[in-house]
């Protein structure tokens, strides 16, 4: 049996991380599953646990003072669903988890610290330029979500630190639209095969503002470009047709699917071009569906 | 290295010492002999193991008994004794909802839920209620029937 911790103050939890390596177990959706050993046992991990779910310093949600949004890494995909506070494409994708049963467990840094490519929340946090915090005894950094996940499974993360808070920034201007598609087997209980959230902002003058794309689950991490979705801004939105056929071509290069590659190619760049020709079009909603 | 843990368990304070790591469903079958809440898949999809931990639904499965101190769990078991269980069971035997009758008592676990929130669901939010229960016998049609039927009689009670 390895050891197992339950601390009861953030504080506690740092001098544990750092003292015997103990790795954070939240909702337990991905850790239970993954290391579980069939029917009526008690799963086993390679590495000592230490459960983190009721710490109270980790569980919130809350404004701060310059209008950035923060999210305490255990508060679970139900909270955050429910919170009129957080971003909506972040509502949708905690809302589009698994089902109820798993989204009152599951926790936001549960899903950004499994780094699955596949992850929901990782996908529309790394669109709106989320950055994590990690706490160790020394103290604690901030770290852009999109350089923290740098692969398939893969993270900066430290073996003395806890991720414990999730920073959104407010964008400069509301988004103009918003997109956010999830596509999946089934439409409760089911692992994402390919997301796409998308964000447009357009000035008075029909000029691009400010354009996102994040894809996920079509490479071996969520794949966002600054420097392509930058080669939209400054153009006028009516022009966005013309200008599709090379952007959706260099868009593909960005991204590298590791099975079916043909399907997710094709799909993201449908997706992208839906999303793209509906907003040239300006339609009277936010949200394009 | 077992840990002592104290919760609510249907109304009940109790405690038990064991490795934290057990499974929520191992403990509450084994240790409590509450065989009313069924191990179906063991990873979270198919919903036969839902309780209400703090009057949510979870899947035990996924939970380690480490996470659960200071909760209020109600089982099948615990909602069965209630008016609310009784009017849901009492439907899904009338509405003809049960075949082999093993997603059952997390079929039943989800109305409560879905009720507790919302007494009177149109078709679609009963579907969308019990999305996280996996049903192979009955093509879920007289379970959704039956949910509507139970919110029908216990109307006033949730």
């Given at each position: ?5 339950i ?9 544990i ?42 569980i ?54 499994n ?5 929901d ?36 993360l ?12 407010k ?45 996920g ?14 080669t ?22 960005i ?16 997706m ?18 | ?12 304070q ?25 191990e179906?898949?063991?990873?979270g999809?198919?919903g ?25 769990i ?36 989800a ?18 209620g ?9 093509g ?19």
């Open positions: 049996m390895v050891s197992t911790y601390p009861k103050t953030l504080e506690e939890a740092l001098i991380r750092k003292e015997t390596g103990a790795r954070p177990l939240s909702g337990g959706t991905d850790l239970m599953v993954q290391y579980r050993r069939g029917i009526g046992v008690t799963p086993k991990f390679p590495w000592p646990i230490m459960i983190v779910s009721n710490l109270k310093e980790l919130g949600i809350n404004e701060t003072p310059d209008g950035s949004l923060c999210i305490g890494s255990a508060t679970t995909s139900s909270e955050i669903a429910a919170s009129p506070l957080v971003p909506w494409h972040v509502r949708e994708a905690s809302s589009r988890m698994g089902a109820i049963s798993l989204r009152n467990l599951a926790t936001i840094g549960g899903n950004i610290g780094a699955s490519p596949k992850g929340l990782p996908a529309t946090l790394i669109l709106l330029d989320a950055s994590v915090v990690l706490a160790s005894v020394e103290g604690e950094r901030t770290v852009l979500l999109d350089d923290f996940i740098y692969g398939a499974k893969k993270t900066l430290q073996d003395d630190e806890i991720i414990t808070k999730i920073i959104i920034p964008p400069a201007r509301p988004f103009t639209y918003r997109w956010y598609r999830k596509i999946g087997t089934r439409r409760a209980n089911a692992i994402t095969k390919l997301s796409l959230s998308a964000a447009i902002t357009i000035d008075e003058k029909g000029v691009i503002t400010d354009f996102r794309a994040s894809s689950a079509a490479g071996p991490k969520i794949a966002r470009n600054k420097a392509l979705e930058a939209l801004i400054g153009k006028n939105v009516e022009d966005i047709p013309s200008l599709l056929p090379s952007f959706l071509a260099d868009y593909d290069k991204i590298s699917p590791h099975a079916m590659p043909e399907y997710r190619r094709t799909s993201t760049k449908r992208l071009e839906y999303f793209l020709t509906e907003v040239s079009k300006r339609p009277s909603g936010e949200i394009i569906e | 290295m077992e840990t002592k843990i104290d919760f609510t368990l249907n109304g009940q109790v405690s038990v010492t064991t490795d934290p790591l057990r499974r929520l469903l191992d403990v509450i079958r084994e240790d409590f002999g509450l065989t009313g809440t069924k179906g898949c063991g990873e999809e198919c036969a193991c839902s309780v209400l931990k703090d009057g949510k639904i979870i899947t035990t499965c996924m939970v380690p008994i480490g996470a659960v101190g200071g909760s209020d109600v089982t099948i078991d615990g909602l069965k004794e209630t008016e609310q269980g009784k009017t849901i069971i009492e439907a899904f035997a009338d509405g003809g909802a049960v075949q082999c009758g093993f997603c059952i008592p997390g079929m039943v676990m109305a409560e839920d879905l009720l507790r929130s919302n007494p009177h669901p149109s078709e679609d939010e009963i579907r969308k019990i999305s996280g229960n996996i049903c192979r016998c009955t879920y049609d007289l379970i959704v029937e039956s949910i509507a039927l139970a919110s029908e009689r216990g109307d006033g009670l949730w």
